[in-house]
C-alpha cells in the first residue's frame, strides 16, 4: 500500500530531493522507501511538570517504531500544564488541538503516537488525530505515586480543597497546610486522584485508541516504558493496516466511554471533552447519551474525590480492565481498538486483585453513579452535576439565590459577614462559561462561605455555567447551557429568588414567574464581568466558542478536513 508520506520522498523531482535532503541526518537510503513516518505528537515541557518524564515515553516509542520498521520523528506539540496555565487551561484546549491538527497534516507523517497526560492534553491530541483521520493510538502518562503528609495520603487536588477548607474553618493552621505542599507531588506523572487526568486516560483506552493495558500504569512503572514500546510497534503496524480513528471512534466506542466514566467515577470535565471529540470524529453525540446510557451504572472504583484509594492502588487491583470487566454486559461488543480487536476480547482474565478498590457489581460504592443531566427554566440547554460527589440530603433541594456576577465578584464578598446567606441558599456563580469568562475555568465548587463554615456547613447547592475540578466534590450545577454571557436565563437571575434543583426529576427551576423573568434584563455589572478580548486567540476564541452542551469546541473546528495536502511549498 501506497504511504501518504511517498507524496513527499518518492521520485527523482526537485521537491522529493528536497524533502530527502534535510530529514536525511544521517538516516539510511531505507528511511525514505516505504517505511511508515511515524510522528511521536509529544506534550512534554517543563511548564507542564504531569508530562515531563513523556520524553522517556517517547524513546521507548522511539524504539519500538523503528523495530517494526518504521521513522520515529519526534514532535513537540502544544503542552497545558493545568495547574500554571492562565486564566484557565480550557481557554487554549482548542488552540492545541487545531495546532496538532495543522502540523500532522502539514508534514510527511503516515501515522502518529501521542502522549498527553494532564488534563486537556489527551483530549486536545484526539481532537487532532480525529480532525487529521491518520492512523493513531494514544499513550497515557499515567498518574504519580501517592504521597503522604502525616501518614494520610495526599491526594492530588482533592486533598488541596479539603485542607484549605480546614485552614479557613480554623481546624489546622497555615503553618502546617503550607507544610504539607511538599507532599502533594511524590513523583512523575499526573493528578493521582480520579480527576480530570486520570479520567481522560483511562476513557481514552475504555474508547479503543489506547492500547488496552496502558491507561493508569503509575508514571515512574516501568511496564510503562514496556507499553511504550510495544505502542510504538503498533503505529507501524496501524498504518500498514490502514486503520484510521474513524474507524475506533465509533458511536459504540463513545458508550463504552460512557459506562467507564460512571463506573470509575470520573470527572465532569469527560463530557465537554468526550462531546468535543464525537464533534471532530462526526458522531452525534449528545449530552442526554450520558444520563441516558450511564446515570444506571454502579461506581466500582473507591477513589478520591468520590471515595479513598488513589490511582496507583487501582493500578494495583486489577486496573481498567477489571473495572470494565464487572460491567461487560453493558459494553458494546461491536466497539474496535486500535489492536483491530474488539475491547470486550481486552478483558478477558482480567482479576480484580483488592475488592475494597475495585467493588463487586453487587456491592458498589454508589448504586447509579453516572451523571444526571438537568433541564429546566435555568438551564433550558441543559446543565450536568455528578450526584456521587454531591450530598444525598441536598439532591432535593429548594432555596433562595445569592447571586455573584464573576469569580472575583465571589471572592470579594463571600467571607464578608453581612453576605445574606444560610445553610439553604443556593449559591450562584455567572461569567464563567466559554466565552463569558472567557474559557469556562473550575470554578463551579465555590468555597462555602466562612460565616457557614464556622457553623459546621460543608456543601449547600451550587450552580454556575463553568465547570469543576475533577478532583473536587460537593452538590454543584455544572455546565449551565446557555452560558450567561450568551445570553442565558443564569444572566436574569436576582438574589433572593427561589431556585429548586430535583436531581431525581433531573429538573433546575428558577422559580419566578415567566412575565417577570421577561421583564428583567441583565444587569450592568453581569455585563461589565465578561470578557470582552479585542484581539489574538481569546478574540477568535470568544467569536466561535460554542457552548458546553455541544462540548465548547470552535465551532470551525467541528468535523475533520483529512490529511490531504495537494500544494507543494517549492
Ligand atoms: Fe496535571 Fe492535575 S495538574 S493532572
Ligand atoms: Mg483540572
Redesign the pocket.
Known amino acids: 500500500m501506497p504511504l501518504r508520506s511517498d507524496d513527499w520522498y518518492e521520485g527523482e523531482t526537485r521537491n522529493a530531493y528536497i524533502h530527502r535532503g534535510w530529514m536525511r541526518r544521517g538516516a539510511p537510503d531505507s528511511a525514505f522507501e516505504g517505511r511508515p513516518q511515524i510522528a511521536i505528537a509529544n506534550t512534554a515541557s517543563d511548564l507542564t511538570p504531569?508530562n515531563v518524564h513523556l520524553h522517556e515515553v517517547a524513546k521507548s516509542v522511539r524504539d519500538g517504531v523503528y523495530e517494526a520498521g518504521g521513522i520515529p520523528l519526534e514532535l513537540p506539540v502544544v503542552s497545558l500544564?493545568?495547574?500554571q496555565v492562565r486564566p484557565t487551561a480550557m481557554l487554549w484546549r482548542n488552540m492545541a488541538a487545531m495546532a496538532t491538527e495543522e502540523m500532522l497534516r502539514a508534514n510527511p507523517i503516515d501515522g502518529v503516537v501521542l502522549l498527553g497526560?494532564?488534563?486537556k492534553t489527551i483530549p486536545s491530541l484526539l481532537m487532532a488525530a480525529c480532525s487529521v483521520g491518520l492512523p493513531a493510538v494514544v499513550i497515557p502518562g499515567g498518574p504519580m505515586l501517592t504521597g503522604t503528609f502525616r501518614g494520610r495520603p495526599m491526594g492530588?487536588?482533592t486533598e488541596v480543597w479539603r485542607l484549605s477548607e480546614e485552614v479557613r474553618a480554623g481546624t489546622i493552621t497555615n503553618e502546617e497546610f503550607t507544610d504539607s505542599e511538599k507532599s502533594t507531588v511524590r513523583s512523575k506523572g499526573?493528578?493521582n486522584t480520579m480527576?480530570t487526568?486520570s479520567t481522560m486516560g483511562l476513557l481514552a483506552e475504555a474508547l479503543g485508541m489506547v492500547l488496552p493495558g496502558t491507561a493508569g500504569i503509575p508514571a515512574p512503572d516501568s511496564r510503562l516504558l514496556q507499553q511504550s514500546h510495544a505502542a510504538g510497534r503498533l503505529a507501524v503496524e496501524m498504518v500498514r493496516a490502514d486503520r484510521r480513528p474513524s474507524q475506533i471512534l465509533t458511536r459504540a466506542a463513545f458508550h463504552n466511554a460512557i459506562i467507564a466514566l460512571a463506573a470509575i467515577g470520573g470527572s465532569t470535565n469527560a463530557v465537554v471533552h468526550l462531546l468535543a471529540i464525537a464533534g471532530r470524529v462526526g458522531v452525534d453525540l449528545t449530552l442526554d447519551d450520558f444520563d441516558r446510557i450511564g446515570s444506571r451504572v454502579p461506581l466500582l472504583v473507591d477513589l478520591q474525590p468520590a471515595g479513598r484509594f488513589l490511582m496507583d492502588d487501582l493500578y494495583r487491583a486489577g486496573g481498567l480492565a477489571a473495572v470494565l470487566n464487572e460491567v461487560k454486559d453493558l459494553l458494546d461488543p461491536a466497539a474496535l481498538t486500535v489492536t483491530g480487536r474488539p475491547l470486550v476480547e481486552h478483558l478477558e482474565g482480567a482479576e480484580v486483585w483488592d475488592r475494597e478498590v475495585i467493588r463487586k457489581r453487587e456491592e458498589p460504592l454508589v448504586a447509579e453513579a453516572g451523571l444526571a443531566i438537568l433541564r429546566g427554566n435555568l438551564a433550558p440547554d441543559g446543565a450536568v452535576i455528578k450526584p456521587a460527589a454531591a450530598s444525598a440530603h441536598l439532591l432535593q433541594h429548594r432555596g433562595r439565590a445569592v447571586v455573584f456576577d464573576s469569580i472575583e465578584d465571589f471572592h470579594a464578598r463571600v467571607d464578608d459577614p453581612d453576605l445574606d446567606v444560610d445553610a439553604d441558599s443556593v449559591m450562584v456563580l455567572r461569567g464563567c462559561g466559554p466565552k463569558g469568562y472567557p474559557g469556562m475555568p473550575e470554578v463551579s465548587n465555590m468555597p462555602i462561605p466562612a460565616k457557614l463554615l464556622a457553623q459546621g456547613v460543608r456543601d449547600v447547592v451550587r450552580v454556575c455555567d463553568g465547570r469543576m475540578s475533577g478532583t473536587a466534590y460537593g452538590t454543584v450545577v455544572l455546565h449551565v447551557a446557555p452560558e450567561s454571557a450568551a445570553g442565558g436565563p443564569l444572566s436574569l437571575v436576582e438574589s433572593g429568588d427561589w431556585i429548586e434543583l430535583d436531581v431525581a426529576g433531573r429538573r433546575l427551576t428558577l422559580d419566578v414567574p415567566e412575565d417577570v423573568l421577561a421583564a428583567r434584563t441583565a444587569s450592568a455589572a453581569t455585563i461589565d464581568a465578561y470578557a470582552a478580548p479585542t484581539r489574538g486567540w481569546e478574540r477568535l476564541y470568544v467569536d466561535h466558542v460554542m457552548q458546553a452542551d455541544t462540548g465548547a469546541d470552535l465551532d470551525f473546528l467541528v468535523g475533520s478536513s483529512g490529511s490531504r495536502v495537494t500544494r507543494e511549498s517549492h
Open positions: 504531569c500544564g493545568e495547574t497526560g494532564c488534563d492530588c487536588g499526573h493528578c480527576g487526568a
